[in-house]
């Protein structure tokens, strides 16, 4: 027997002997890997007859190693058909879901209210132009959310958009009243953080612009979206202001739940938390969109999506709502 027979009989029974793939992998690194005896004395031959026995020898191993490596993966299937077995009856892991955030929660609420109202509900783009963040919205060229330390510029004619405004200044521009709608979305601007305000935040704003529209379907709308979203024990009070685009102007208020009603940090120690504005429709941004301020008339109002929830649930500081803090968020 020359010595590649018995190199030959001896990597059959390393292949036999192997009890698992890893043992097996080693063995074939070992009979014919790069720097493997047989591997490296292909290299060096130079006879045709030491050629075709030593090339025969590298092929029977090969076609050796592949049939053991199908026998073990079969055994290693029964192997774990047997022993792993499943009980199909059991019942499987509880999955832990998340929840929605309260912001989102909140804004859900808000869309009911109005689309049992017949609102349409809208959210558009982010980026707006100055025009229409301010210009069709008539505020005066010296007004302070003009400047950049209110506002985010992109450049003098893009900025982010400081209220979801636009969005129903395009609504009209789009099609004719009567429109009743209401756009919710992302704003932006340069306040100082504090345990009321926020430099980004969620609003909803609504616009009807209608026949006859009056003060007093104003009050009757925001006191129900008011109620459904706070109940009917909190108190709603409605104060004149100034607002750019309104006119008479009107300031919703809801009752502190955290102090209720008797002052605390969170409400200034005046017991009220401002909601946002609301009003008649000006004029001006009536006649900016084409509509004949004689015949149409309208209202408008908007709010934060952070302050609501906030009072909604009596949270002392609006920073917990953009933390992430899940022993704050799972509360809700």
């Known amino acids: 027997m020359t010595n590649w027979q018995q190199h030959e009989e001896q990597g059959m029974a390393a292949i036999e002997s192997a009890a698992s793939s890893e043992a ?3 063995v074939r690194v070992g009979l014919l890997g790069r720097k493997s005896e047989l591997k490296l004395a292909l290299r060096e031959v130079r006879e045709r007859e030491t050629g075709a026995l030593l090339n025969g020898i590298r092929t029977r191993l090969e076609r050796r190693l592949a049939e053991r490596e199908r026998s073990l993966a079969s055994a290693e299937i029964e192997r774990r058909l047997r022993e792993e077995v499943i009980d199909v009856t059991l019942p499987g892991e509880e999955l832990l879901l998340g929840h929605l955030h309260p912001i989102t929660q909140v804004r859900r609420t808000v869309e009911d209210a109005f689309l049992g109202l017949g609102y349409e509900v809208r959210d558009d783009r982010e980026v707006e132009t100055v025009e229409y963040n301010f210009d069709k919205l008539a505020f005066l060229p010296t007004h302070p959310a003009r400047s950049p330390r209110d506002t985010f510029f992109f450049d003098e004619h893009r900025v982010l958009r400081t209220e979801t405004s636009p969005s ?3 609504a009209l521009e789009q099609r004719s009243p009567p429109s009743y709608m209401v756009s919710i979305g992302r704003v932006y601007r340069r306040d100082a953080i504090t345990a009321t305000r926020y430099p980004i ?3 909803f704003e609504g616009l009807a612009v209608d026949r006859g529209i ?10 129900h979206v008011m109620r459904a979203l706070y109940g009917p024990e909190r ?3 409605f104060r004149t202001h100034f607002f750019p685009f309104t006119e008479p102007s ?3 208020d809801v009752s502190c739940g955290i102090c209720g009603g008797s002052g605390c940090r969170t409400c200034k120690f005046s017991g009220w938390i401002e909601m946002g504005g609301a009003g008649m429709v000006d004029p001006e941004v009536l006649s900016n969109v084409g509509l004949d301020p004689a015949e149409w008339g309208g209202f ?7 302050r609501t929830a906030q009072l909604r649930h009596d949270i002392p500081d609006i920073r917990a709502l953009w ?10």
């Open 235 to 237: 108190r709603v009070r």
């Open 300 to 306: 408008a109002f908007g709010c934060g999506l952070e």
């Open 250 to 252: 009107i300031e919703p």
């Open 24 to 26: 097996l992998e080693d």
């Open 323 to 332: 933390e992430g803090d899940l022993r704050v968020l799972r509360q809700f």
């Open 201 to 203: 935040f969620h609003q």
């Open 214 to 223: 009056t003060l007093a379907d104003l009050k009757g709308t925001l006191l």
């Open 168 to 170: 129903l200044i395009h």
